[in-house]
């Protein structure tokens, strides 16, 4: 096994065993991260239903021209501040962190920050 292959399956060992804890229910919805080398994505995600209710990523139209100018930790901020904007149209107060079997830092850490910053709590 690779270097490269026992990272990913150690990550998603860690995300199993984040998604056994950690449930998306109608009054709080479930923000679930990837990330890959280039970009970040992130997700509200409703799991009783199945359902994604709002999602935002550096690939995203209002922020694709702006995120290539930017660091990819301060991309992410922007990517957490506008699902936190996007989840407070809908009506969204308190959410469950989900990072995704990745460690809470940098650019993870930034787009929590982000969604926090915008008045979303968890």
């Known amino acids: 096994m690779t270097v490269a292959n026992k990272k990913i399956t150690s990550r998603q060992k860690r995300q ?3 998604r056994k804890k950690i ?3 109608p009054e709080r919805l479930r923000l679930n991260v990837f990330r890959s080398n280039k970009h970040i994505y992130a ?3 409703e799991d009783l239903e199945g359902k994604v209710i709002a ?3 550096t690939m995203t139209q209002a922020l694709k021209s702006s995120a290539a ?3 990819k930790t ?3 901020t922007k990517v957490g501040e506008e699902l936190g904007k996007i989840a407070k149209e809908k009506g969204v107060e308190k959410i469950v962190f989900d990072r995704g079997g990745y ?3 940098g650019r993870v850490k930034a787009l929590a920050d982000g ?3 915008v008045g979303i709590n968890f």
């Open 115 to 117: 969604v926090r910053s």
């Open 55 to 57: 999602s935002s990523s």
């Open 43 to 45: 997700q509200l995600v």
């Open 23 to 25: 449930k998306g229910s």
């Open 16 to 18: 199993v065993r984040v």
């Open 69 to 71: 100018k930017l660091s």
């Open 103 to 105: 460690l809470y830092h």
């Open 74 to 76: 301060d991309a992410a």
